[in-house]
C-alpha cells in the first residue's frame, strides 16, 4: 500500500489554465505539506495543514489555493497557471507539525506550456 | 535569514568513506534532518539528530554540534545506489522545516 500518494504524476498544460493536483495519505496522519521543488532542487514549503486547518502559508501567489476535505486529503487547485510554475510538487504528511519524520509522496512534475 | 549551506556536488569511489557536511543559521533550532533523494524521486528519510553527537545507523551516521550550527552525514563503503542528493534540513522555533538545496553525490566505479 502507498503511503502517501499523489495524482498526476504527470501534468503538461498550457499557460492560463486552471488544475487540479490531488493527494492521499494512509498513515493516519494530522499534518500534510506541500512543497514546490524548482529546477534547481530547492525544496520550498507552500502550505501545511494540522487536522485539516491551515497552519503555514508562505508567501506563494493567491493563485495556489490548498484544500483538506479530510485528514487525509490535501489538494492544490492552481489558477491562471503561468510559466513559473513549471517544478515538482511533493506532497508529503506527518504525524504533528513538530518534530516528525515526514513521508513524501512520489511528486507531481508540472509542464507550463 | 535562515540559511542552510551545503556543497553543491561531491564524487566519491565506491567502497570508499564519503563526509558531506551542513551548516545553518536559523531562528531557533528543534533538530536537523537528513533525507536522501534519487533522481526523480521523493526524498526519503535518513536521520534525525536533536541533541549534539554521532548518531549510527549502519552505513550511515549523522553529527550534529549545535554550538557550531554544524552537521554532517557520513556514509561508509559507498555503493553505487548511494548516488543520491542528499537534503540537510533544519526544523526552525515555528517547526517549520528549512531545507538546503541539497549535495548531489557522484559514486565512480
Known amino acids: 500500500d502507498t503511503a502517501v500518494s499523489q495524482t498526476p504524476k504527470y501534468l503538461v498544460t498550457q499557460m492560463g489554465n486552471d488544475k487540479s493536483i490531488k493527494c492521499e495519505q494512509n498513515?493516519?496522519?494530522?499534518?500534510m505539506y506541500w512543497y514546490k521543488q524548482d529546477s534547481k532542487k530547492f525544496l520550498k514549503i507552500m502550505f501545511s495543514?494540522?487536522?485539516?486547518?491551515?497552519?503555514i502559508n508562505e508567501t506563494v501567489p493567491n493563485r495556489f489555493s490548498p484544500k483538506s476535505p479530510d485528514k487525509a486529503h490535501l489538494n492544490l487547485h492552481i489558477n491562471s497557471l503561468e510559466l513559473g510554475d513549471s517544478a515538482v510538487y511533493f506532497c508529503?504528511?506527518?504525524?504533528?507539525?513538530?518534530?516528525?519524520?515526514?513521508?513524501f509522496g512520489p511528486g507531481t512534475r508540472l509542464t507550463v506550456l | 535569514g535562515q540559511n542552510i549551506d551545503q556543497p553543491t556536488e561531491m564524487t566519491a569511489t565506491e567502497g570508499a568513506i564519503v563526509q558531506i557536511n551542513c551548516t545553518y543559521q536559523?531562528?531557533?533550532?528543534?533538530?536537523l534532518f537528513w533525507y536522501q533523494q534519487h533522481a526523480g524521486e521523493a526524498p526519503t528519510f535518513l536521520s534525525y539528530?536533536?541533541l549534539d553527537g554521532l548518531e549510527e545507523k549502519g552505513r550511515f551516521s549523522s553529527f550534529l554540534s549545535r554550538s557550531k550550527g554544524y552537521s554532517y552525514l557520513l556514509l561508509k563503503e559507498l555503493q553505487m545506489k548511494d548516488s543520491a542528493s542528499y537534503l540537510c534540513?533544519?526544523?526552525?522555533?515555528?517547526?517549520?522545516?528549512?531545507w538546503g538545496a541539497g549535495t548531489k553525490l557522484i559514486i565512480k566505479p
Open positions: 539528530n536533536v
Open positions: 508529503a504528511s506527518s504525524r504533528s507539525p513538530s518534530t516528525d519524520t515526514q513521508y
Open positions: 534540513a533544519v526544523l526552525d522555533s515555528n517547526y517549520q522545516l528549512i
Open positions: 495543514y494540522n487536522n485539516k486547518e491551515l497552519i
Open positions: 536559523t531562528s531557533g533550532f528543534n533538530g
Open positions: 498513515l493516519g496522519h494530522d499534518t
